[in-house]
């Protein structure tokens, strides 16, 4: 309390935004067109957790079918934060293979793919500890 040179007070809404630029730079790259568009927005987060409830409040609010796949095996409060808390439909996809205790790429690959097939847009989060796949379906029941 006594450290008058460091700022106490909350960070604003959407957080740091000198952290949320160089976010999106090491997410998207220099040169992500989407970006120079101003067609990407970054917020900070408190936690893990809270990134996810915002994305799906996001999803939820803004996206007209609310289906979310989520990576199989993930962390027990995932599902619930999706579907119960928010109240998208709640699918799961593939990537690990128990016996290398790793990515199977192959399966993950063919995961996609075939989302892509029945999806406007993927959103996959590969800079958390764990993978999403958001998606808006077009002719996913």
Request: glycine fraction near 10%.
């Amino acid at each position: 309390m006594a450290d008058t040179s460091r700022n106490k007070e909350y960070q604003p809404m959407g957080g740091d935004a000198t952290f949320c630029q160089l976010s999106k730079k090491l997410a998207f790259g220099t040169d992500c067109p989407a970006c120079s568009a101003g067609r990407v927005a970054t917020i900070q987060s408190l936690s893990g957790t809270g990134a996810l409830r915002v994305g799906a409040e996001l999803l939820k609010r803004h996206y007209p079918v609310h289906i979310v796949y989520l990576p199989d095996p993930t962390w027990g409060n995932h599902a619930n934060i999706f579907g119960m808390s928010v109240g998208h439909k709640v699918c799961k996809y593939r990537y690990f293979n128990k016996q290398t205790k790793g990515l199977d790429y192959q399966v993950s690959a063919d995961a996609a793919c075939t989302l892509l097939r029945y999806c406007s847009s993927l959103i996959h989060n590969g800079l958390v500890h764990v993978g999403v796949l958001a998606v808006r379906c077009m002719q996913m029941s």
